[in-house]
């Protein structure tokens, strides 16, 4: 859904850099959802945050991977120290409620991080 | 424990025949949602269908509708008339319980549509 917007598009980093993911939700939603899709694979869940909250990161790799989701601003996914195997696409996604009862969830166009 | 199953790698459809995408899913909850995403080669995720697990009639939205069978816990997705632009991977996911908010996703099927 274009309402949740997503950049950069394509990312390039070299092994070691840092890598910024950035999310701006649907207008209204206040939930943001992060996932991982490695290649020829599903989406993975990473990580729920609400403003100036983290909900859940159970899908987060311990280390280098950290994300916000400031009062003012997109919500950022940031991967230090980067490796190869973090090149992935990364989604973002948003909802204006806290439970399931939504029967949709919008993503963005995702992010193409690739490490060389 | 896989939670969604999807058993057909990739298919070949005719274009303007219908075809059916395959998924089963595993849970011990009562409520839960299911759905399903079409991913083209330009790779954002567009939303197609939803079935929740209490809804009594299958799930449609224009040419896709979504087989519900919940004794077999499977939820097929078909698509009639296929198009040209129907040529895609398609995800399966689901949604556990009323007050989850984590979608799992299977491993997906990718659609080639031939003229």
């Known amino acids: 859904n274009a309402g949740v917007m997503q950049n950069p598009r394509h990312l390039v980093r070299r092994r070691g850099q840092e890598a910024r993911l950035r999310c701006s939700p649907m207008?209204?939603?206040?939930?943001v959802y992060w996932y991982r899709q490695l290649p020829e694979e599903g989406l993975k869940f990473m990580v729920y945050?609400?403003?100036?909250?983290?909900?859940?990161e159970s899908g987060m790799p311990k280390e280098r991977f950290s994300a916000e989701f400031p009062k003012e601003g997109p919500s950022i996914l940031r991967i230090q120290q980067v490796v190869r195997g973090d090149s992935a696409a990364y989604f973002c996604a948003s909802s204006p409620l806290a439970t399931g009862d939504h029967t949709e969830a919008f993503f963005g166009q995702g992010t193409r991080l690739t490490v060389v | 424990a896989q939670k969604i199953t999807q058993t057909q790698p990739g298919m070949f459809v005719q274009e303007k025949e219908a075809v059916t995408l395959d998924c089963t899913y595993d849970?011990?909850?009562?409520?839960?949602?299911l759905f399903w995403y079409k991913q083209p080669s330009s790779g954002e995720m567009i939303f197609l269908i939803y079935?929740?697990?209490?809804?009594?009639q299958n799930a449609t939205e224009g040419r896709y509708s979504l087989n519900f069978q919940k004794a077999r816990k499977s939820a097929n997705l078909v698509i009639s008339a296929s198009q040209l632009g129907d040529s895609a991977m398609y995800f399966c996911?689901?949604?556990?319980?009323?007050?989850?908010?984590?979608?799992?996703f299977g491993s997906g099927t990718r659609l080639l549509v031939r003229p």
């Open positions: 945050l609400q403003k100036e909250n983290i909900i859940d």
């Open positions: 996911a689901m949604r556990e319980g009323r007050s989850s908010y984590k979608l799992i």
């Open positions: 207008k209204g939603h206040s939930h």
């Open positions: 849970t011990s909850d009562q409520s839960y949602g």
């Open positions: 079935q929740g697990s209490y809804d009594e």
